[in-house]
């Protein structure tokens, strides 16, 4: 079975730009988050779409946005990047909202604002 | 509020035993997880408790709750480099006729020689 998949790898962009980030979860599962991980801190919760919904959103920016498809695949976007958004973005990937339901992460897409 | 509270770093001797402390504010959370992320990599689930269960041991991973403290604490037996990650805890907690989960900020494991 193949895990949560997420492009690209590395992303490199410049301020005022802006980036797109691919997520594909495991085949099955419905939820999807993601979470930003500047370096050396922990995870900062960003989004949760289930079924096709927004269900929850972190304490960031409008210009942080997403969507999720009929496939449950997911993109984030991030407008008029700043040097701050530098991070680690990490998509994770539930069967569904259950309690006994953990999260599987991806790899992530390390961004680079220059 | 949610919030789910680790200490930032641990440095232990090779061949020594490893405890990663946790605690949880949602006396109701049903299951609780440990995840390890390696350099460069993505959270790796490395095991779950249920809430009925006071320990849970797999291999060299021994996970302790206590409830009425709200504590969790992985116990990582025989400690190897190839332990040297962060560590984050999570509880599930109960979030508008679904459940949502609930990240610590992690734990830095360093191994010495």
């Known amino acids: 079975e193949a895990g949560v998949t997420q492009s690209p790898t590395h992303l490199i962009k410049t301020r005022g730009q802006q980036a797109t980030l691919r997520c594909s979860p495991i085949?099955?599962?419905?939820?999807v988050y993601w979470y930003q991980q500047a370096l050396g801190l922990g995870l900062q919760f960003l989004l949760w779409?289930?079924?096709?919904?927004?269900?929850n959103r972190g304490n960031f920016p409008p210009r942080f946005s997403g969507r999720q498809f009929p496939n449950y695949s997911s993109e984030l976007n991030v407008n008029a990047l700043e040097l701050e958004d530098s991070a680690l973005y990490l998509c994770?990937?539930?069967?569904?909202?259950?309690?006994?339901?953990?999260?599987?992460f991806g790899d992530g897409t390390r961004l680079s604002i220059l | 509020g949610e919030d789910v509270e680790q200490s930032l770093f641990l440095s232990v001797r090779e061949g020594d035993s490893s405890v990663i402390n946790c605690t949880y504010t949602?006396?109701?959370?049903?299951?609780l997880y440990w995840y390890k992320q390696e350099p460069g990599a993505g959270l790796q689930l490395l095991t779950y408790?249920?809430?009925?269960?006071d320990m849970k041991q797999d291999q060299r991973l021994t996970v302790l709750l206590n409830k009425k403290d709200k504590h969790l604490s992985l116990r990582i037996a025989d400690t190897q480099t190839g332990d040297s990650a962060i560590y984050f805890c999570a509880e599930t907690v109960a979030y508008s006729s679904a459940s949502k989960i609930i990240f610590g900020s992690g734990t830095r494991l360093s191994i010495r020689p």
């Open positions: 949602d006396s109701s959370s049903t299951y």
């Open positions: 994770a990937s539930r069967p569904g909202t259950g309690e006994n339901q953990p999260q599987h």
């Open positions: 085949s099955g599962h419905t939820s």
């Open positions: 408790i249920f809430s009925n269960m």
């Open positions: 779409y289930d079924e096709g919904e927004e269900r």
